[in-house]
């Protein structure tokens, strides 16, 4: 092989570990094996350009900068107070009022924007209840993958699959909606038993739930240009606007409303998160390129594999989505499922349903496997909360082993 392919393949397995040793900044971990790539030739700067996909970046970026603004005029924390109050002080009872409720949102809307309107309400109620947040956190970053599954629009890799497939709205949900609930269900019963004390107690000691607390008359306005983004992004095909530019149209409705408008709009903006994505994004575009990619494609399309490639497409997606971001994985696998569709002529959906199903298991599995995890993980950060690599996986994989079992024998019995 050539020096090129080997140094593609060492950057990211170099990436996985710093990640699991969680001795340098994701984003400094991913943009600085990216530069490395790009200044040791194995990939041009015009190609890592355009490797990195930038309609994710602009949706992040714009959500975020609309969520704080949302926080500033005191939504969460209205959100918090009658989460807290529903709860009626049980640890258990706000583990599954979040997990049922990120599930659903999840379903209808992308899993990265639940997560930013959910997470700070859920780590606000959590430590008005003084509990660790944290085993909350990643309850909600499986219920948000899971839902995610049901619908074309739920995650940015099915947006991906159903564009590719020529899948209407309907068609996905039938397809996958009845798989996801039933992951959702099962991850949903074993939760209180795999988050037992000491990180979580069945009941937690009275507090006071007081008044709720006071909300800035500009929430209103800023809800209603939150619910035109959120129509935008359900008539995004008919618009033929990509997402990411309703975001960030989205950001700039809102951020006349703030307190100061157009002061410190960059600090609403996580700059880390974006910069491991864009790092990421140029990884996998490395692999690509120096052909790691085609030799995946060329050992799928073994015939003696027959009507077992989708039950191997489903586990190899689900490993390399546990290592590395589902999004530029699913992208990447698009062309690959194309040629194998024309080399395996009785595959109609089968293939599709198989990678988008490996995609939100895998991604379950570390906290770099999808991209709301990612989105999470900086949210706890930014709130003074560490969730490691290695704390992160001793739970996703768990959720990670059941769902994968649910879905191969999905997979067997439906096709």
Known sequence: MAVAEWIALGC?????????????????????????????????????????????????????????????????????????????????????????LTAVISSVLDNVTTLLLLAPVLIQAAEALDLDPVPLIMAMIVASNLGGVATLIGDPPNILIGTAAGLNFLEFVQLLGPVALLMVAAVGILLPRWLKPPRLDS?????????????????????????????????????????????????????????APWRGWKDRVDWGTLGFFAGVFVLVGGLQSTGWIGRVAHVLAWPQLGP???????????????????????????????????????????????????????????????????????????????????????????VALVTAGIGMAYLVCRF
């Open 308 to 398: 077992w490639l989708p039950l191997v497409l489903f586990g190899g997606t689900g490993i390399f989505s546990a290592l590395l971001d589902n999004v530029p994985l699913v992208a990447a696998l698009i062309p690959i499922l194309y040629d194998l569709h024309g080399q395996s002529s009785g595959f109609r959906v089968e293939l599709w349903v198989a990678v988008g199903l490996g995609a939100a298991v895998g991604g379950n599995a570390t906290i770099v496997g999808a991209s709301a995890n990612v989105v999470a993980q900086g949210l706890l950060g930014e709130h003074g909360y560490r969730l490691t690599f290695g704390r992160y996986a001793r739970f996703g994989t768990r």
């Open 203 to 259: 009941q937690v000691k009275p507090v006071a739930v007081g008044a709720p607390p006071p909300v800035s008359p500009r929430l209103k306005w800023l809800l209603g240009i939150l619910a035109l983004v959120l129509a935008g992004f359900g008539l995004q095909h008919v618009l033929r606007v990509r997402v990411g530019w309703i975001a960030l149209g989205g950001a700039a409705l809102a951020l006349p409303w703030a307190d």
């Open 12 to 100: 990211v397995v170099a990436l996985y570990v710093l990640l699991v040793g969680d001795w340098v900044h994701r984003a400094w971990a991913a943009l600085g094996l990216a530069a490395l790539l790009v200044a040791s030739g194995t990939l041009s700067l015009s190609k890592a350009l355009a490797s990195i996909d930038w309609n994710t970046l602009e949706l992040l970026g714009g959500m975020m900068v609309l969520v704080s603004l949302l926080k500033d005029a005191g939504l969460f924390g209205w959100l918090g107070f009658q989460a807290l109050r529903w709860s009626r002080q049980s640890a258990v009872r706000l583990l599954a009022i979040f997990y049922g």
